[in-house]
């Protein structure tokens, strides 16, 4: 989508270029009208901020998302170990 795989700068640089940046404000934006990998980027990194709310994004995401977005959220959920989200 970005000339370039999840794995390098290049695509990294575009994606920032494209949403505005990487904190949460920009992943949120991306959760919500990104397409398959920006979201799921988007999922990784808002788990990371352990919010209540971000968690009920994602527990969303469970029943209703794509199948590669069902499981991204899944992975997140399951993997935080601080209990919020339980």
Partial sequence: MYG???NNETYYKAFVSHWGGLKLEHMRQVFEVGEDEE???AIFALVLSATEKNANLLASLLYQA???ECWASA???MDNRSGQHR
């Fill in 66 to 68: 794509s199948r590669m």
């Fill in 4 to 6: 370039g795989n999840a």
């Fill in 39 to 41: 979201k799921v980027l």
């Fill in 75 to 77: 992975i997140c959920l």
